[in-house]
């Protein structure tokens, strides 16, 4: 059977030939050290096979990098986040199938992204960026409008008109969050949030008081708490709310880090997680489903969302209007083991959390 024009990529003219991806790509821009038997027998197998590189490929290859851009900002915990490894592994078997590169660099504070960001356009090395960590007013989204730089927002901004971008409905999903740990018997829900400049942060915990208004509970702010975006920050958050007085019974995290992090403080001072504390994260993270117990968490894949960006910025650099190329997807719960019915009150679980801790030899804050 043929197979479909549009599914034929430059691995497979490699593949085929017996050539590394490198050598198609030169004899497809008419480099000459390619020797003339290889070099037809590359152009046969692209006939063949019917390969059609993109526009933008082509484009790419005639004076520019062949390198797309992204800077990590790891100054919120976002370096120790899983989920963004996945995100870029998605970006890069993106490109990799255009034999496009992918530049990776990361920045400690908004000043130093900037600046990153400028020293890339100004030397030249990329063609474009991906904007991931959109923050609430984005300095990243604001200069490259300035500049007229093409680039494609994994996430929103406070004004999401005029750029294109690739989200999730957060608010939706941590409403929907509420609702299903109420329909399991909790009422006081805790929150372990992230910096509320990051937009998806803030999004999230606007859900999560649009789930508690919806549905009668009163917001008692002492349960949020903000973090890093890190297990150890989940760890810290699960450790301030579960030392009020009046603890929630069940936790909803901005990030499966941060859930990670919640079941550790959960494990380590021996409550069981899915009956005497429920632990909810974000991000659908393979590493979740290993986790003991399984972590039930709202699914966005994040190799697939990689993809989707640098795709649509591969639409952006073939001309196409930024403003059409705006996407919102839904987050699907994915239940496993560590949510369910509250085993005890919120006092009976207190109480447990204070005779456990008093039978510790300190007091259990983390490093000890």
């Not at 994260?281 to 894949?301: H, N």
Request: aromatic share 6%; with cysteine.
């Amino acid at each position: 059977m043929s197979r479909l024009r549009d599914s034929v990529t430059i691995d497979d003219v490699a593949r085929h030939v017996g050539v590394a991806k490198g050598t198609v790509s030169r004899v497809l821009n008419n480099y000459t050290d390619i020797s003339e038997a290889t070099r037809k027998r590359i152009l046969k197998a692209v006939q063949d096979l019917g390969y059609q590189p993109s526009a933008t490929a082509r484009n790419l290859k005639r004076g520019r990098q062949d390198t797309l851009g992204i800077v990590i900002p790891v100054g919120h915990g976002s370096g120790a986040d899983p989920f963004l490894s996945e995100f870029i592994d998605g970006i890069a078997r993106a490109l990799d199938e255009l034999g496009l590169d992918l530049l990776v660099t990361t920045a400690h504070s908004r000043e130093h992204m900037i600046e990153t960001v400028k020293r890339l356009i100004a030397r030249r090395k990329v063609d474009g960026f991906i904007v991931t960590r959109t923050e609430v007013d984005d300095p990243r989204i604001a200069y490259l409008r300035e500049q007229n730089f093409p680039f494609v927002a994994h996430g929103r901004t406070r004004d999401p008109a005029g750029y294109a971008w690739f989200d999730i409905d957060n608010e939706a999903a941590f409403a929907d969050g509420v609702r299903h740990l109420y329909s399991l018997g909790h009422e006081r829900i805790g929150f372990i949030g992230g910096p509320m400049e990051l937009n998806f942060a803030l999004q999230r915990r606007n859900g999560y008081r649009q789930g508690l208004e919806a549905l009668g509970l009163a917001h008692d702010p002492a349960l949020e708490n903000l973090q890093p975006l890190s297990e150890k920050g989940g760890f810290a958050g699960a450790e301030a709310l579960l030392s009020l007085e009046a603890p929630p019974t069940a936790l909803l995290c901005v990030t499966d880090a941060l859930a990670i992090g919640a079941v550790q403080y959960c494990r380590k001072f021996g409550l069981k997680v899915g009956s005497d504390v429920t632990v909810v994260g974000y991000d659908g993270l393979p590493v979740g489903e290993y986790l003991d117990p399984p972590l039930t968490t709202f699914s966005q894949s994040a190799q697939e969302a990689g993809g989707r960006v640098a795709r649509m910025l591969i639409d952006v650099l073939d001309g196409k209007n930024p403003t059409d190329l705006q996407a919102l997807a839904k987050a699907n719960l994915i239940r496993r083991a560590s949510d369910g019915a509250p085993a005890n009150s919120s006092e009976a679980l207190a109480s447990a959390l204070r005779d456990r801790l008093n039978q510790q030899p300190h007091s259990g804050r983390k490093g000890e």
